[in-house]
């Protein structure tokens, strides 16, 4: 009955994304520069081959990603890296799939046939390398440094890494570069093992993790960055103005975050409570022990809805402060609370 609650870290991440190009933001990693280049990482491992809704996985994310970047503004940079694309999923060929990566599509502007050429270079395959893509991509964006470029990564996988190659610390490698990327995470139909992994990976370099289940869902994360790179566009057009305020998506973006953990809330305590109903009722579970967990139940969501409460006034509170202020005042909170 365990429902997956999420703290405020990664809506403060997503904020700050959001805010990207405004000269409020004192970190020089979510200022525009003068390039911009995305790249994406994707999961070619044999999981990949499964069907939603009767489309294999990896035709999905590819038709998403190349919905995307065709409507790219001219001047934007953009590349493939694939990995798991060699070999099989079998123990005789762990090896020569731990050990594929590819670009197949090197940082460039976007030309369609090249482009849809790189897309038809690979297919579901073997195992999942997500430490070594991480840190060949490193190599990838070597010479577009962070003082020039704002450099954006995407990493796409439907689950765990599967070859032992360390990617949390390959993704910290990437992170704290003088490539200084902004890296963000999508969960394509994975599992909570490969959530937990794939959230871990996104905290460790301070960006959004998202979880899609159909190519709907995977199309609109990808919107959120096309969303992005318009704003580049506008401010490159426009001489580098200032970003307008972002207070009232803030305000949306915290009630959205408020009502989904409500709802988490109010649906785990239902089904627990009926749990323990039908239980007592059918005399399985005696008066004493029924009693006992029902108190325990309403303590504990008592508990999760004062912190949901809680996490709401500090956000809004937080909100009405300049933007900058807002911002640095919740990570040290969120720091100070998690040491």
């Known amino acids: 009955m365990q429902q997956d609650f999420e703290g405020p870290e990664n809506l403060i991440n997503r904020l700050k994304i959001e805010s990207l190009g405004s000269p409020e933001n004192t970190d020089s ?193 990808l919107d959120n960055l096309s969303n992005l790179t318009e704003k580049w566009k506008e401010w490159l057009e426009q001489g580098k103005q200032k970003i307008e305020s972002k207070k009232l998506q803030n305000d949306l973006a915290i009630f959205s975050y408020i009502a989904k953990e409500e709802i988490k809330a109010n649906n785990e305590s239902t089904k627990i409570e009926l749990i323990l109903f039908y239980l007592h009722e059918a005399g399985r579970m005696n008066d004493e022990s029924y009693q006992y967990l029902e108190t325990k139940r309403i303590e504990y969501h008592r508990w999760i809805n004062k912190e949901i409460k809680k996490f709401e006034k500090e956000l809004k509170a937080l909100n009405e402060a300049s933007y900058s202020e807002a911002i640095k005042a919740l990570e040290d909170k969120y720091i100070s609370n998690t040491q």
């Open 29 to 221: 990693r979510y200022q525009f520069k003068d390039n911009l280049n995305i790249v994406f990482i994707i999961d070619a491992s044999g999981s990949m081959a499964q069907k939603i809704d009767g489309k294999e996985k990896m035709a999905s994310a590819k038709d998403s990603i190349l919905n995307f970047v065709s409507k790219l503004p001219k001047d934007a940079k953009v590349g493939i890296r694939v990995y798991g694309h060699k070999g099989t999923g079998s123990d005789a060929d762990k090896a020569l799939s731990c050990s594929s990566s590819e670009l197949v599509y090197p940082i460039s502007n976007y030309n369609a046939g090249e482009f849809q050429a790189a897309l038809n270079k690979f297919s579901p395959s073997g195992w999942t390398p997500i430490g070594l893509a991480l840190r060949e991509a490193k190599n990838d964006l070597a010479s577009f440094d962070g003082a020039n470029n704002t450099n954006i990564v995407y990493l796409v996988s439907d689950g765990i890494d599967t070859c032992e190659d360390q990617p949390i610390e390959a993704a910290k490698d990437l992170y704290s570069s003088n490539i200084s990327p902004i890296i963000n995470v999508i969960g394509f139909d994975v599992d909570s093992e490969g959530q937990n992994q794939l959230r871990e990976i996104a905290a460790a370099t301070e960006g959004i993790y998202g979880t899609v289940t159909n190519e709907g869902e995977l199309q609109k994360e």
